[in-house]
């Protein structure tokens, strides 16, 4: 589907991860000639269970981000479906105070958009596993169902639900979005196409879902940042996690059915049920306040599931699901193919209160080290960023940005807070409700 021939469009949307596959194709419907503009060229593997985010990936990109003191890389999905091709499939939607928080009309406005959205995805429930059940065993009438997108042994993305070429939408792959273009040069005017490696597209209405990363890479490689008044990539948001370390007799016997890494042939296992089908959801005393978690019960270890990974312990994951630490997405041509340097939220209160929780866990599991020890919590992160672009901030109500004509912006950069769950789900109800509000106001 490579085919940079496009001169002109009504609408150009720059990423065709899970809010980019809801825009074009609801804009399409509306009327609107639409390009979604994909940079990857490669398509995930379909099979559920498969996380495709090895070392050998050919749908992933890779951004460096720093933790503390601790260097990560976080990847994201470079293919049709976005990270939603690549990750694990988690369904759940915000709780009703959260969306309180974000004003006092999303509570109906996201209803609206999640029935949408779920009704395109259809997420099921799958019965829980052995690890599941001995974490719920553990912490009783604490534990709850995490619906999945998959359907037949096959995972369904938002580029399969929502279908945007059987909408007339033109998807274009392989295409790598460099810039913005603005009329007369001026930045911050109104916006009226994409510069690409070679080519442009020109469009009367630019969106922009490339993804919380790649949507801040974007505007500040534009010129649309602090220094235009928009504080892209300030403050944002992530849930941080521990993993502990299973007891071998945690981990269930092998039962797989071959998926394929692409490009390499190798096998790699997968489950019959899902990587996490439940969490327990707990509520702690904390440093500012109840802090609220999830205890992930990863069904078996990633090497499992992840194509190219080497083999590690079985680890199950406790997740602060209402830090208090903020990040930052700033400039930085230096630091890897993206452009900007991405610092996770890093704050000492957030560290006690999972120091705090990760102990009160591997009690209740009974987990200890050879020497009867609590287990050593890692660091980690869920890879759920949010809040680079946010509503109020950066972009209005509708995801317009603030005082540009011709620009918007859908993905998981809008997000005035980071739910208390996991955002895929979130992300496409926002992305049907944003659509909505672009058509009622549409002009093609």
């Known amino acids: 589907m490579r085919a940079h021939g496009v001169r002109a469009a009504d609408v150009v949307v720059v990423g065709a991860g899970p809010a980019g596959c809801v825009m074009a194709r609801r804009l399409a419907e509306a009327g609107a000639e639409v390009v979604l503009l994909e940079a990857g060229s490669d398509r995930a593997p379909a099979r559920a269970g498969v996380l495709d985010i090895g070392p050998g990936s050919r749908v992933v990109s890779r951004h460096p981000a720093t933790l503390g003191s601790?260097?990560?890389?976080?990847?994201?999905?470079?293919?049709?479906?976005?990270?939603?091709?690549?990750?694990?499939?988690?369904?759940?939607?915000?709780?009703?105070?959260?969306?309180?928080?974000?004003?006092?009309?999303?509570?109906?406005?996201?209803?609206?958009?999640?029935?949408?959205?779920?009704?395109?995805?259809?997420?099921?429930?799958?019965?829980?596993?052995?690890?599941?059940?001995?974490?719920?065993?553990?912490?009783?009438?604490?534990?709850?169902?995490?619906?999945?997108?998959?359907?037949?042994?096959?995972?369904?993305?938002?580029?399969?639900?929502?279908?945007?070429?059987?909408?007339?939408?033109?998807?274009?792959?392989?295409?790598?979005?460099?810039?913005?273009?603005?009329?007369?040069?001026?930045?911050?005017?109104?916006?009226?196409?994409?510069?690409?490696d070679d080519d442009e597209i020109a469009a009367r209405q630019v969106i922009l879902s490339a993804g919380s990363i790649g949507t801040a890479a974007l505007l500040l490689g534009s010129g649309i940042g602090p220094e235009s008044g928009h504080p892209v990539g300030r403050g944002t948001q992530e849930h941080p996690e521990v993993l502990l370390a299973l007891p071998a007799e945690w981990t269930p016997a092998r039962r797989t059915r071959a998926g394929e890494s692409p490009g390499t042939g190798s096998a790699v296992e997968v489950p019959v049920e899902p990587l996490l089908s439940h969490v327990v959801r707990l509520a702690l005393p904390g440093p500012t306040g109840i802090a609220e978690f999830e205890v992930r019960p990863y069904a078996v270890p990633l090497h499992r599931v992840v194509p190219g990974l080497a083999p590690q312990p079985h680890r199950i994951g406790v997740a602060l699901m209402n830090p208090v630490g903020r990040g930052e997405i700033t400039r930085n041509s230096g630091v890897g193919s993206s452009g900007v340097r991405v610092v996770l939220g890093d704050d000492a209160r957030d560290a006690a209160a999972l120091a705090g929780a990760a102990g009160l866990v591997a009690d209740r599991l009974g987990i200890t080290r050879p020497d009867g020890g609590r287990p050593g919590p890692v660091p980690s992160t869920s890879q759920h960023l949010s809040g680079s672009a946010r509503i109020g901030e950066v972009v209005d109500g509708s995801g317009r940005v603030l005082g540009c004509e011709g620009l918007l912006v859908a993905d998981a950069s809008v997000l005035p807070s980071l739910p208390r769950c996991g955002p895929y789900v979130s992300v496409l109800a926002v992305a049907e409700d944003l659509a909505a509000r672009v058509i009622s106001g549409a002009s093609w």
């Open 70 to 196: 601790s260097a990560v890389e976080l990847p994201r999905g470079r293919t049709l479906g976005g990270s939603g091709a690549v990750n694990g499939g988690y369904c759940a939607p915000a709780r009703p105070s959260d969306l309180a928080a974000w004003g006092p009309d999303w509570p109906r406005r996201y209803e609206v958009g999640l029935a949408r959205a779920t009704e395109r995805l259809r997420p099921r429930l799958a019965p829980a596993g052995l690890v599941a059940s001995r974490v719920a065993a553990a912490f009783p009438g604490r534990v709850s169902a995490i619906a999945q997108a998959r359907r037949d042994g096959r995972r369904v993305t938002a580029f399969d639900a929502w279908d945007p070429a059987g909408a007339g939408v033109r998807v274009v792959t392989g295409a790598t979005v460099r810039g913005l273009r603005w009329v007369g040069g001026r930045t911050g005017g109104r916006c009226d196409g994409v510069v690409l």
